[in-house]
């Protein structure tokens, strides 16, 4: 199974600041067939289902605002929050879909300074 | 609009059974492959089980091997799990997800307990 290790498990940025969270797997997710990484960044909030923001890595969903960027290729990747908003708060979870089973980080909790 | 909806959580038993079902609509169901994720309280998510479109393949997570079994209705819409067997770890949030080659779409979830 692919091992997805997220970090920091938490931090606390001021609004309007960026806010970096990191995932990195422990192999190369990268789909040969069409050379895109097979990662998706989700937000979670309390109460709530998870919420897809990024797709392929670094495709952002319809409507998701273009503060939220993903990037990265292979085994490491990111999520930024360029400038974070009092609606950001939440757990963000990066999640590989290049194999079954599919596989999690372990959750980055992203707090308000 | 895509809507997945779960329904079928409840407290039972340690030992006991619980079917969870998913109404799928707004997208051709036959063709998308589905999948089901847990989440217990507090915890991290857990991929626990996908179905191919027509059904003719099936894989789970090895701690539900032999106790859980996916399953779909393509005439009906409709997504299923029948939990046998239930633990008190198998305690979480049940997520029914389309996939389109990512994750695409997510239930809001069924809550599954199992205690005495």
């Known amino acids: 199974d692919i091992v997805m290790t997220q970090s920091p498990d938490s931090l606390a940025v001021s609004l309007g600041e960026r806010a970096t969270i990191n995932c990195k797997s422990s192999?190369?997710?990268?789909?040969?067939?069409?050379?895109?990484?097979?990662l998706v960044w989700y937000q979670q909030k309390p109460g709530q289902p998870p919420k897809l923001l990024i797709n392929w890595a670094s495709t952002r969903e319809s409507g998701v605002p273009d503060r939220f960027s993903g990037s990265g290729s292979g085994t490491d990747f990111t999520l930024t929050i360029s400038s974070l908003q009092a609606e950001d708060v939440a757990v963000y979870y990066c999640q590989q879909y290049y194999s079954t089973p599919w596989t999690f980080g372990q959750g980055t909790k992203v707090e308000i300074k | 609009e895509v809507q997945l909806v779960e329904s079928g959580g409840g407290l039972v038993q340690p030992g006991g059974s619980l079917r969870l079902s998913c109404a799928a609509s707004g997208f051709t169901f036959s063709s998308s492959w589905m999948h089901w994720v847990r989440q217990a309280p507090g915890k991290g998510l857990v991929w626990v089980s996908r179905i191919n479109g027509d059904g003719s393949s099936t894989i789970y997570v090895d701690s539900v091997k032999g106790r859980f079994t996916i399953s779909r209705d393509n005439a009906k819409n409709t997504l299923d799990l029948q939990m046998n067997s239930l633990r008190v770890e198998d305690t979480a949030v049940y997520y029914c997800?389309?996939?389109?080659?990512?994750?695409?779409?997510w239930g809001q979830g069924t809550l599954v307990t199992v205690s005495s």
């Open positions: 997800v389309r996939s389109i080659g990512w994750p695409e779409h």
């Open positions: 192999q190369s997710v990268l789909y040969r067939s069409n050379n895109k990484n097979s």
